[in-house]
């Protein structure tokens, strides 16, 4: 048998990480505290990791945590498949499979510096956006204006409230919100998340955007910022894709030529000129 | 590297003499057609075949492995297949796609499973003794093969010329009888390998095919891809015999003990309804006619960017002959597009 192979790491194996904490944050998505076993974990915002649960599989699923938390990482799952209802019935203390962390396009740490930032979130849009937006709040010196434009469904499925308060009170952060429906408990902006684009006090113009939500969300966010002549260069979208292996070889995040797995998951507007499938 | 004549019948005495001591697979026939299988008898072998159902890609990329074992919320163990083993009568154009493979599961990330598999094996390649049905392996530069087997044998009528292309392959064919290959013999193999060249091209490309991307750039809203979609039955039939398709799905199948489990490798196609769809409902490429496209320009665009420019079809044929509605021949298609985009 071939030795160099069997010395080699197999893309494949997954590390076994433990749930430190787990909680329900509204009726579909579930909060998880995962540390690996040898603990040490490093990351960029915007990469994602291979969940495996053994005996029902695996999924990807973005880092919603700050590398800046230090030796766990966050994740937010919504049920919706076999994998992530399974997940959704982990117990502190369980065992999961962690492959990752994987992805190499991920969120301009560097190239954001020093400029103004705009969020665009649409629902757990926020969950993958989070990362970059805890990461720039721990190195708030590092950036420029931050505005953080949130569009929710309903009032129910809102999630990280008591986050998205304080970064509303922290006075150096714009904390826009809407819902898409009204609801006699909520008294604010009523509408979808395009519509709160104009309210940026920022200029969107030499803003960085960074944008992630439903895949519907994407075309009218760009005709939003269109209208507001934002570069191309300067928007960031985060896409989603069925995924199996994660490290571009089976073929389903393909994007045209693009493995989401590899090239992505966070691309350069510019950059999906040539990618008609991705929008 | 030695380059010996070996005579027909001691072949098949050394072909036998394998059998005894290593694990061969080989070409035996299939009904009337042929097939890679595990050679029990030299008299089987069938170097004279046209095109195997199957291409030897089964035995690098099974289309069901076992990649990983597990115990339920316990470690998860690597599974690497150990098994040595011998490939007898990879084709050209086979050996072609088999050495794509390879460049694409060493790529970015090195997969383990495939690359100890293809190790494990020594390939035997032979040229083609009888164009297939609809092969155009002329037309894709692939009817003869001057890399990645570790013998190549032609057969040159009474005798098969071998010459040992690596140390393990110089080794193997130490055990042949046979003399060195004289200049007649050589002469007699230069003329198959030109013959090849030329007649392995039931289906003509009307363009060198360093040209197709070139073609493909300008046809992505071509109607020849609903038009051919409309009778798609999404089968994968052609995912399925393709030497060059890879696309896998993974997934977890647990013992009975409820304890244990492994998770499985195991052949996906991008032809196939589903293929990119994520829960609870969203299909990323929905309609046919645009899975239909996807193939083709992983064929000829999207993989020849991995590969250095080369072109992910290597002319086998057997999509074409696999396939119901008589749709999925490249040349046609992309003789289609060159005939009305031009390949400039």
């Known amino acids: 048998m071939c030795q160099c192979c069997a010395e080699k790491k197999d893309i494949y194996l997954p590390q076994l990480a433990t749930v430190a904490d787990i909680s329900q944050m509204n009726v579909t998505e579930k909060y998880l505290r995962l540390a690996l076993e040898d603990g040490q974990f490093d990351f960029i915002p915007g990469q994602f990791v291979e969940v495996s649960l053994s005996g029902i599989g695996e999924a990807p699923i973005t880092i919603s945590s700050s590398p800046t938390l230090g030796d766990s990482f966050e994740l937010v799952v919504r049920k919706v498949g076999r994998v992530s209802s399974a997940i959704h019935n982990l117990q502190r203390g369980d065992k999961v499979g962690i492959r990752g962390p994987l992805g190499r396009g991920v969120y301009p740490v560097e190239e954001c510096k020093g400029k103004n930032l705009v969020f665009i979130c649409g629902g757990i849009g926020m969950v993958p956006q989070r990362s970059f937006i805890k990461y720039v709040l721990d190195n708030r010196n590092d950036y420029g204006d931050v505005a953080i434009l949130q569009g929710t469904k309903s009032y129910d499925l809102r999630l990280f409230t008591s986050e998205i308060e304080a970064w509303g009170k922290r006075g150096d952060v714009q904390m826009l919100e809407t819902l898409d429906e009204g609801d006699a408990r909520w008294k604010g902006n009523v509408g979808v998340v395009t519509k709160l684009v104009s309210k940026v006090e920022t200029d969107l113009k030499s803003a960085m955007i960074l944008v992630c939500g439903p895949p519907i969300m994407y075309k009218f966010v760009l005709m939003a910022l269109a209208e507001h002549e934002v570069s191309h260069q300067n928007i960031f979208l985060n896409l989603e894709r069925k995924m199996k292996c994660g490290v571009g070889k089976c073929g389903h995040c393909q994007i045209n030529n693009a493995y989401v797995c590899m090239s992505g998951p966070v691309f350069r507007y510019s950059d999906l000129a040539s990618l008609p499938e991705a929008i | ?344």
Request: glycine share 6%.
């Open chain 2, 1 to 344: 590297m030695s380059v010996k004549e070996i005579a027909k019948n001691d072949f098949t005495r050394f072909v036998g003499t394998l059998i005894r001591t290593e694990k061969v697979f080989g070409v035996q026939a299939k009904g009337d057609r042929f097939d890679f299988a595990p050679l029990e008898s030299a008299q089987d072998l069938r170097l004279d075949y046209d095109v195997t159902l199957q291409p030897p890609k089964k035995y690098f990329l099974p289309p069901a492995e076992v990649l990983l074992t597990y115990q339920v919320g316990g470690p998860y163990q690597s599974q690497l297949d150990g098994q040595e083993f011998i490939l007898l009568g990879v084709h050209p154009y086979d050996m072609v796609a088999i050495n794509q493979m390879d460049e694409l599961f060493q790529q970015d990330n090195y997969d383990t499973h495939y690359m100890t598999r293809r190790h494990n094996a020594t390939i035997i390649a032979c040229d083609v003794a009888k164009p297939s049905d609809h092969v155009f392996a002329s037309s894709m530069g692939t009817a003869v093969v001057k890399k990645g087997y570790d013998i190549l044998l032609t057969d040159i009528g009474d005798s098969f010329v071998a010459e040992a292309a690596t140390p393990k392959g110089e080794q193997l064919l130490a055990k042949a009888k046979g003399a060195a290959a004289d200049a007649q013999a050589l002469k007699k193999r230069e003329d198959i390998w030109a013959r090849n060249k030329k007649s392995l091209n039931k289906h003509e490309l009307k363009c060198d095919p360093a040209y197709l991307p070139k073609v493909l750039a300008k046809a992505y809203k071509h109607p020849v891809w609903e038009e051919k979609a409309k009778t798609c039955f999404s089968c994968g039939s052609c995912n399925q015999v393709c030497p060059t398709c890879y696309c896998f799905n993974v997934q977890d199948d647990v013992n009975w003990d409820l304890k244990t489990g492994q998770r499985l490798r195991e052949w996906d196609g991008c032809l196939l309804d589903g293929f990119t769809k994520v829960a609870p409902a969203h299909e990323f490429r929905k309609a046919r006619a645009d899975r239909f496209r996807h193939r083709l320009y992983r064929k000829a665009t999207y993989v020849p960017q991995k590969l250095g420019g080369q072109i992910a079809c290597v002319g086998c044929g057997r999509c074409v002959g696999a396939c119901l509605p008589d749709i999925a021949n490249p040349v046609n298609i992309y003789n289609r597009l060159i005939d009305d985009l031009g390949i400039g």
